[in-house]
């Protein structure tokens, strides 16, 4: 019998985020899947709708229409802002039968139910502050396709991008939401019935399944005895954070000792130079998004055992990942009204005035706030790297990875075989369904499968690995890494990095390797022309306007 898959994606969660890759914050349920096998190398796509357009479809994201969010920008299809046609997706791959190039042609896929549950971001815009009439209209339209015109049997989520955890905007809902609705609690709950309705109807069939979370994305959201757990655990601040899950990380084999953390970024404080109140108040931000995650993690649990209760628990592989690193997006407070971020204000189901903003006199978590956790403790999710989401650099692209499938990864297998150091990226997440779902891999397909090496087979990606977005650009190419972080404060151009010696990209051996540099500009140049990478910005700058995109710390 084919086996089941599960696809479960974190959202805007660091390196270091859970105990299985060196975080204090415990994961159990993620470190017991962890048990199958962990990559240290595998890549996202920077930011959170290209990489769920990548994971969807095995593409780049420009191919699959999403080069850069999910407005239409008005300068190709690569930038449409929803996935597109005629580039079919994992779920279509998987069912019995999908169409492609506007339904015109049809071909046999791998017999599978299809379900998604979570944050969709892969269909067009949808404002925070649009109302239901607005939604109800716009969804389903032709720039706007829903999960089930692209291939899931089911769907239960947001169709748009973050928002509230206690009343999330773009929310497509069975039912009135309960008076203790919490988003990620619905998200796993939701995967659990439909696992417990599949097994009643026909265990036979396999199924694929897409779990698709918002945490921990902004806002910092949750219930406040979840909140009371973690408090205090921060007081010492996040240069000891930083330290410790280092250490950790080496210690638990998924770096070296000789690659050094990167130094704290140059927009993060020192710790001790904040008083007592900012103390406490940062530690009750980073206590809110560290609940994020264990209640996550929870809900995980719950799904795993739905598996072990229907009997699927064996031939189900799970992977688990995050689709892209730690976020610094500040989110300024007393933004003009209607405006960034205020137009994710308005009122909470009992009426309060939603006040969005890191505002210090209020504590984080509640429903009627709005914050973030911010630069410094983003700094410390990516540890032991040096940038954050939308950067191309390790912190905004490296991910915790784990894949759990217990007949395929025994326990005959040695532990330093159950760790995965050589690089892959999201998209080859598709080309492994496909092989382990028993089609073919479409020719044209970007992803390259790495079941041999779940089987146990020694094997590495073939080709070279690409970004771009909002003008950061990279190429890996083995060993060696190009990247170019684009932002109006400190333009250093091209950088090269030996990633076997230095992942934390401290030393710079560009001016040492000229000539390598110049050719992997050009292999860069040669994959933007036929992914359809546009020059950024993607339309001029008004004058005396900055380009804000890199710049989330002043956001």
Not at 105 to 133: I, L, N, Q
Not at 196 to 221: G, I
Not at 349 to 363: A, M, S, W, Y
Not at 491 to 498: I, K, Q, R, V
């Amino acid at each position: 019998m084919k086996p089941n898959i599960i696809i479960i994606l974190a959202d805007d969660m660091g390196f270091s985020d859970i105990s299985c890759f060196g975080s204090e914050i415990e994961t159990p349920n993620i470190d017991a899947l962890a048990k199958g096998m962990r990559f240290t190398q595998l890549y996202n796509c920077a930011r959170c709708c290209p990489s769920r357009a990548s994971i969807l479809t095995g593409m780049y994201p420009h191919q699959a229409g999403i080069g850069h969010m999910v407005y239409d920008a008005g300068v190709g299809p690569e930038y449409q802002g929803y996935l597109r046609q005629d580039v079919p997706t994992i779920a279509e791959l998987l069912k019995k039968r999908y169409a492609t190039k506007n339904g015109d042609s049809h071909h046999d896929g791998g017999g599978y139910a299809t379900y998604m549950v979570g944050k969709w971001h892969a269909g067009g815009e949808y404002p925070p502050d649009a109302t239901h009439d607005w939604i109800q209209s716009t969804m389903g339209d032709e720039t706007h396709p829903t999960p089930t015109q692209r291939g899931f049997d089911e769907f239960y989520g947001t169709l748009g991008g973050g928002g509230s955890y206690f009343q999330p905007p773009s929310l497509v809902i069975r039912e009135v939401m309960p008076e203790d609705f919490y988003y990620t609690d619905a998200i796993n709950d939701e995967a659990c019935r439909m696992i417990e309705n599949k097994s009643k109807s026909d265990n036979k069939q396999p199924f694929f399944m897409y779990v698709a979370h918002t945490a921990p994305h902004w806002p910092l959201h949750a219930p406040k005895k979840e909140i009371d757990k973690h408090r205090g655990k921060y007081m010492r601040g996040w240069d000891n954070l930083r330290r410790e899950r280092h250490a950790r990380l080496i210690q638990q084999n998924l770096i070296p000792s000789t690659w050094e953390c990167s130094p704290r970024d140059v927009h993060c404080p020192a710790w001790e130079e904040m008083d007592d109140k900012t103390q406490q108040w940062e530690n009750a931000r980073m206590a809110t998004y560290a609940a994020q995650i264990k209640i996550m993690d929870e809900g995980i649990g719950r799904i795993v055992q739905s598996l072990r209760d229907t009997g699927m628990y064996d031939n189900t592989v799970i992977f688990f990942l995050s689709d892209n690193g730690g976020c610094a997006e500040y989110l300024k407070e007393n933004g003009e009204e209607g405006h960034w971020p205020e137009f994710y204000g308005g009122l909470t189901r009992e009426g309060k005035k939603i006040d969005v903003g890191n505002l210090q006199h209020l504590e984080p978590g509640g429903e009627e706030t709005f914050m973030s956790y911010d630069l410094p403790w983003a700094n410390a999710s990516n540890t032991p790297f040096r940038l954050f989401k939308s950067w191309v650099h390790e912190g905004g692209i490296a991910t915790p990875f784990v894949v759990h499938w217990p007949e395929a990864l025994s326990g005959e297998n040695k532990d330093h075989e159950r760790i995965c150091h050589s690089p892959w990226i999201m998209m080859d997440i598709v080309a492994t369904c496909c092989e382990i779902g028993g089609i073919p891999i479409p020719s044209n397909l970007e992803g390259e499968s790495f079941l041999s090496l779940l089987r146990g087979e020694r094997t590495r990606r073939q080709r070279p690995i690409f970004w771009e977005h909002q003008g950061n650009c990279a190429v890996r190419d083995g060993k060696w890494k190009l990247v170019y972080g684009r932002c109006e404060e400190n333009d250093e151009g091209w950088e090269l990095y030996d990633m076997s010696k230095d992942r934390t990209e401290l030393h710079n051996l560009a001016s040492q390797n000229k000539d390598r540099v110049e050719q992997m500009i050009h292999m860069w140049k040669e994959w933007a022309d036929r992914v359809g990478v546009k020059p950024w910005p993607l339309h001029p700058i008004p004058e005396g306007e900055k380009d804000w995109s890199n710049l989330p710390w002043l956001w």
